[in-house]
């Protein structure tokens, strides 16, 4: 009998191992057929030619833990692999002259990460993460009348229900294929996002070029580049300052630490095939693009999880 029952068990865990390994392949099967071109640079540096510009960006550090360099660099390539480093869990707003906001990520719930918070910890080295504020809680709701997200991953989204709970009422803007195509780890985000009450969903078409605009933001575009995730997307601004235009790239997870756009780093390979399935190639074609965009005057690439960087990008943290 006892021999029938270790048998038994023997074939469920085996049945368990083989489907998780079929669903792992089919998800990257899925992000590797997805490579689109982002845009070049004219294009982008022709999109600010419009009247209204935002004037103002700012982000928010909505939580943040220190975490071992080597949970966001391929250790191999990695000049300064002791180096401290501080994951940031952001979320950005955008500021028109009239008073207008369009949100850019809301960060994690405070349940999401402590969940999070625990997890990165016990994958090895992670201090524990602390959680700052909510957007909800630091800017007037009534502002923001619009809003997306670079990719649907819960420390992105699960913030955003804050938002509701605050009283905002707004537009959600994604590109058709964010809304479209998802995965086993986009599909809590994409439910979250549906179970907003205070939000709209429109819908981004394709166009002729890779940017797609935003109607009734101008200056703000939306590109869809996949690579981290099946929907990933990349935000573009144009900001109108005292000293001209400056033009911001809000690249959310292609890279996680400044050091992998600027040298071209991976992410660990364990990370990105078995973790968070990615397209290997297609955020190798994204870093180099990023790292010839950075070395462009005028623009200027912020990325989600690197808190150093975002502090010395010359971008105001909100009050």
Known sequence: ?????????????????????????????????????????????ASARVAGLPVKIEWLAVASQPVPRSLVLDAAHDP??????????????????????FVIDAGPSRQE???????????????????????????????????GFTHLHNDHTSGAAELCAAGASLTLYQTVEQFNLLNYLTFQGADELAGMGCAVRMLLAQQQTALRDIQGFPGLYVMYVAGHTPGSQVFVVHVRGRQGVQTYLIAGDIANHGAAIDLDISKPSWYSRWLVPENLEQLAQLRRWLQAMAARPGIRVLLSHDLQRLQDSGVSELP
């Open 80 to 101: 300064a692999p002791t180096s401290p480093f501080v994951l940031a869990f952001p979320a950005f707003v955008v500021t028109w002259a009239d008073g207008r906001r």
């Open 1 to 45: 009998m006892i021999r029938y029952l270790l048998g038994g068990l023997l074939v469920l865990v085996l049945c368990v191992v083989v489907g998780g390994l079929n669903i792992l392949r089919l998800t990257h099967q899925q992000i590797d057929e997805l490579n689109p071109e982002p845009a070049p640079y004219r294009e982008i540096q």
């Open 113 to 147: 990460a402590d969940t999070m918070g625990e997890g990165l910890a016990l994958l090895g080295g992670a201090q524990p993460l602390t959680y700052h504020r909510s957007l909800g809680t630091t800017i007037d709701p009534a502002s923001i009348r619009g809003m």
